[in-house]
């Protein structure tokens, strides 16, 4: 959402008009799901075919601009993953009383989404690579007293990226043909 600025500002060669940023903030406060921007910058569609890399072009559908997911979504719950120790192996770590010894060297952790039960997601994904292993609860997150840290990740591309096909080959060896062929044109004046 942008559009071109006729002389460029230091870097800065795009900007947001008066009628984008309502439309920006109409879709934010309607709180809408699926929207699409009406006033979204489009590139020309060049005479030789060649779209832009970005923006959008002519001849592109609008793109999906807000979703909405509920609050768990893009959380997960961290739990630590401890293995008993190797028969054999001596473990410097002290244990308090009740603990399940665990080896330092063996532990990892898993992001279980939220919601999800921590039992089944063992049983489904860790159980059958590492029967031994198990789920050390000793480790609660802070504000809601439960096993495992809460966590959040919002990944933008994962949810808005949009696959662009690259252009055919044949497209990109015209164009270097037409560019040697312009090339060799200004080095005749340049030469001669």
Do not use: C, W
């Amino acid at each position: 959402m942008y559009a071109k600025m006729k002389k460029s500002l230091g870097n800065k060669r795009v900007f947001l008009t008066e009628g984008q940023i309502a439309e920006i903030v109409a879709t934010y406060a309607g709180n809408l799901d699926g929207a699409t921007f009406g006033l979204e910058y489009k590139e020309p569609v060049k005479g030789n075919g060649q779209g832009a890399t970005s923006g959008q072009t002519e001849d592109e559908p609008p793109r999906v601009v807000s979703k909405i997911f509920p609050n768990t979504f893009f959380g997960y719950r961290k739990v630590t993953v401890d293995r008993p120790p190797q028969p054999g192996k001596e473990v410097k770590v002290k244990f308090k009383k009740g603990q399940k010894p665990y080896d330092p060297e063996l532990r990892d952790t898993e992001s279980i989404p939220l919601g999800e039960d921590i039992a089944a997601y063992m049983a489904r994904e860790v159980l059958p690579h590492v029967p031994d292993a198990f789920v050390n609860e000793d480790i609660k997150d802070e504000k809601d007293g439960q096993v495992g840290k809460v966590g959040y990740e919002v990944n933008f591309n994962r949810y808005f990226y949009v696959y662009k096909p690259p252009r055919p080959p044949e497209v990109i060896a015209e164009e270097i043909r037409a560019m040697e062929a312009r090339f060799l044109e200004l080095m005749k004046g340049v030469v001669a």
